[in-house]
């Protein structure tokens, strides 16, 4: 049931992750990207996004897991504690935001304001039109009426459009520089995100790789060496040990979830990261040995979801699907391999 269990969530968590890093860059597209005035909407919503990495980030931390530093707090003590955290970084990130608006790095949209009333207006003038041309029609025939029902067909078309809204007055080059500008907002909490990443990988998969060298150290040392003094020693080995595999075979990891599966941007980035750093927290509180890889690749793919499937390199996918089956009984061969060889060397 055990192994059933971990192997559920190998599926799950990057299911979770997608789901999530859909939502967040869906809300980031509809109240930011799709607003009139990008960076005045990015200076509201900045805050809440800080507050929800910081909250999240602390309570993991203070709720149970803090032991050696004794901060291992119950409820109401740790939520208390991680949301006036969240509360302190959302205030501080107001009022960054803030002064960047005012010097001028948000929101350049010339002739956009009062569009709306504008759009109606023009709506109400353009009614009149087919009304008038029919008029004309009356008393005009030949190749003449069929001009002027061509002009009454497209003065309808363009009071369609102004209706639905894709007609717009503001400038669209302004307006992309005015989003451009968002993204340096978001560069920031991206950091953050992926600080908040990588916390999540080493209390999931240092954790993970750590664990059974805990076990061997205990039965082979036994009473002669502490379980309790052996575990944070090898944790040390365990840090130590991603960070060289980080400098030496990370960037090829790292090219690939961040340039191959969907274009990434600070945003795009930061609503992954995050998601799949939520995903990852609540699994390792959970006790569920996940891997951040997949649950990360999960979340990129619900970003691009959100762009929708055009923007997803299928093919890349595929390969990293594969190779998620591939890996699970490969290691297991080569485990039982170096099991036989062990024994045959040690007897």
């Known amino acids: 049931a055990k192994v059933g269990n971990v192997v559920a969530s190998w599926v799950v968590s990057p299911l979770i992750g997608g789901t999530i890093s859909f939502f967040i860059f869906t809300y980031i597209r509809k109240k930011i990207f799709y607003s009139p005035y990008p960076m005045r909407a990015t200076k509201k919503a900045v805050p809440y996004l800080v ?3 910081f909250f999240v980030l602390t309570l993991a931390m203070v709720y149970k897991g803090l032991k050696n530093l004794g901060l291992d ?3 109401p003590e740790a939520p208390c504690i991680a949301f006036l955290v969240g509360s302190i970084a959302a205030l501080a990130s107001y009022f960054l935001v803030r002064k960047f608006y005012q010097e001028g790095l948000l929101d350049v949209v010339p002739g956009l304001e009062g569009a709306e009333e504008e759009n109606a207006l ?3 003038e353009l009614e009149e039109v087919p009304k008038i041309l029919d008029s004309i029609t009356k008393n005009s025939n030949g190749d003449l009426n069929k001009r002027i029902k061509n002009i009454e067909s497209e003065v309808k078309r363009l009071i369609g459009e102004i209706k639905e809204g894709t007609y717009s007055k503001f400038n669209r080059a302004a307006h992309e520089a005015s989003i451009q500008n968002v993204e340096k907002i978001f ?3 991206q950091i953050l995100s992926a600080c908040f990443i990588a916390f999540s990988h080493g ?5 993970n790789a750590i664990g059974p060298l805990a076990a061997v150290v205990d039965i082979l040392y036994g009473e002669s060496v502490s379980i309790e003094v052996a575990v944070p020693l090898l ?8 960070v060289i595999g980080l400098a030496t075979w990370g960037y090829r990891v790292i090219y690939t979830i961040g340039e191959k599966i969907t274009d990434l941007t600070p945003t795009r980035g930061f609503s992954a990261e995050f998601s799949a750093a939520i995903t990852i927290v609540i699994a390792s509180r959970l006790g569920l040995p996940i891997s951040t890889t997949h649950t990360l690749v999960g ?3 619900g970003v691009g979801f959100a762009r929708g499937v055009s923007s997803l390199n299928l093919k890349v996918i ?15 061969v080569l485990a039982i391999i170096f099991v036989y060889i062990l024994r045959a060397i040690f007897g």
């Open 299 to 301: 979340a990129v793919l």
């Open 235 to 242: 944790l040390v080995l365990g840090g130590v040990g991603i």
């Open 203 to 207: 209390a999931n998969d240092v954790a």
């Open 318 to 332: 595929k390969d990293i699907i594969a190779s998620w089956f591939i890996t699970l009984p490969a290691s297991a």
């Open 51 to 53: 507050f929800s990495v």
């Open 187 to 189: 560069v920031p909490l």
């Open 122 to 124: 023009i709506t109400t």
């Open 73 to 75: 707090l119950d409820f």
